[in-house]
């Protein structure tokens, strides 16, 4: 059994969330001793993943009322908390320690060594510093309130502490543990993936990019725009995870088969790309169609969409009739394919789910029911697109919960 010699604060979890609000806490109160339990032999493993290993740390996103825009889910309820730590504090934490950022012309934020590394090091030295415990293969058991504290039994010891943090992530076991505590979980689902889709407009073309596309989920309102990328299994890029991220729930209850419409030229409908195909038969009447491609549209997949509408190599502008020039445009702005399935995102596992935000205090993430019982980060009902987000609500869900544990305890 632990039996500390100062007032102990446990988070459970070694993720971004728990790191960050136990660094935190450490600093503000040195007098608590900070324990965190993590049930594998690592911490801060999707931090070392994140962006390739490179860790998208942040999104350069200054104006909360913006930022919440990326929030399928949660997005309402953290107005406030980024009103209290957004983006250009996490960039200001970061730099005090001697970690910059850098910003991509796309917005996402990464420390400048490229490396998910540099981010690890610093948050293994500032627990050092702060004396933060960290404990490796711990699985936590069972969660007791006694006598306005905390009982954590594992499976070969126990903690008692005045207030507990959970940042599991997406934890069944965690999740489970919250049920007997009379919390509700919404059941989670992936939120970040790809599609798997077979489509001739598509085989063979695994690695070509399209700078700006329209997608849509087909009987839904849900429209998202971005890059394109398409794969050896289908569809990727931010168009797609965006889409996946908002219809995260439709897509499940569906098991992921539906249908997405895409189109390829989003600055032109049917009826201005009819236009558009028009004015190229009036004004190049002997240039070949496959060879003058949309400049937005790759030439391999121009080539690819004009096969489709059954325009071949061999075809001038002027050999294309009313009736394949409508046909063609259907194809550029609203082509239909169905998607048949799913795959995680590079090494990113993101769900939607998890502890109802009803049920929790979103200025200080001290749950409704439970005095001194704290969550952050995945464990909560709250996921993002693409781009540094997730990670954004996690550094701020912590840093709520550390300076609530901070202030409500006395020596």
């Known amino acids: 059994m632990a039996q500390p010699t100062k007032k102990m604060v446990v988070i459970i979890g070694g ?41 998208n740390v942040t999104h350069a996103c200054f104006n909360p009322e913006e930022l919440i825009e990326n929030y399928p889910r949660g997005g309402k309820e953290l107005l406030g908390p980024f009103h209290h730590f957004q983006p250009a504090d996490t960039i200001q934490w970061f730099e005090d320690r001697g970690v910059e950022l850098h910003t991509e012309d796309d917005g996402r934020m990464f420390p400048v060594t490229n490396s998910s590394q540099t981010i690890i090091d610093c948050f293994l030295r500032e627990a050092n510093k702060y004396h933060v415990h960290i404990h490796f293969g711990v699985q936590v058991e069972s969660i007791t309130s006694v006598d306005n504290a905390w009982k954590i039994d594992c499976k070969n010891q126990t903690f008692h502490a005045i207030a507990v943090m959970m940042a599991t992530g997406s934890s069944q076991q965690a999740w489970s543990l919250l049920k007997q505590l009379g919390h509700t979980i919404i059941p989670p689902v992936p939120s ?15 690695g070509v990019s399209i700078p700006h596309v329209q997608a849509s989920l087909m009987n839904t309102d849900l429209i998202t725009e971005g890059p394109l990328l398409i794969t050896h299994w289908g569809l990727s890029g931010p168009a797609i995870l965006k889409l996946s991220a908002w219809g995260a729930d439709v897509l499940a209850k569906k098991q992921y088969r539906a249908s997405i419409q895409i189109n390829f030229c989003p600055t032109y409908d049917s009826a201005s790309c009819i236009d558009y195909l028009r004015g190229m038969r ?45 046909s063609f445009a259907e194809i550029l702005t609203s082509s239909t394919l169905s998607i048949n399935g799913k795959s995680t995102f590079k090494e990113e596992f993101v769900t939607c789910g998890g502890i109802a935000l009803n049920e929790v205090n979103m200025r200080n993430m001290e749950s409704r029911l439970h005095p001194n019982l704290y969550f952050g980060g995945e464990m909560l009902n ?7 987000f997730n990670f954004q609500a996690a550094w701020t869900t912590g840093w709520l919960a550390a300076r609530s544990i901070a202030g409500n305890q006395t020596s």
Do not use: Y
């Open 192 to 206: 970040l993936f790809t599609f798997h889709i077979r489509d001739k407009r598509i085989d063979g073309l695994m």
């Open 282 to 326: 009036n004004d190049h009447p002997k240039k070949k169609v496959v060879n003058d491609h949309f400049p937005t549209i790759p030439s391999r997949l121009w080539k690819q969409l004009c096969a489709f509408g059954n325009i071949t190599e061999n075809h001038n502008w002027a050999d294309l009739s009313n009736i394949m020039i409508e």
């Open 15 to 55: 993720g971004a969330a728990g790191f960050f609000c136990a660094i935190n806490l450490a600093r503000l109160r040195p007098d608590l001793e900070v324990h965190i339990l993590e049930k594998s032999q690592q911490v801060l493993s999707k931090v070392k993943v994140s962006g390739g290993g490179r860790c």
């Open 382 to 388: 709250i996921d993002a697109v693409t781009g540094g």
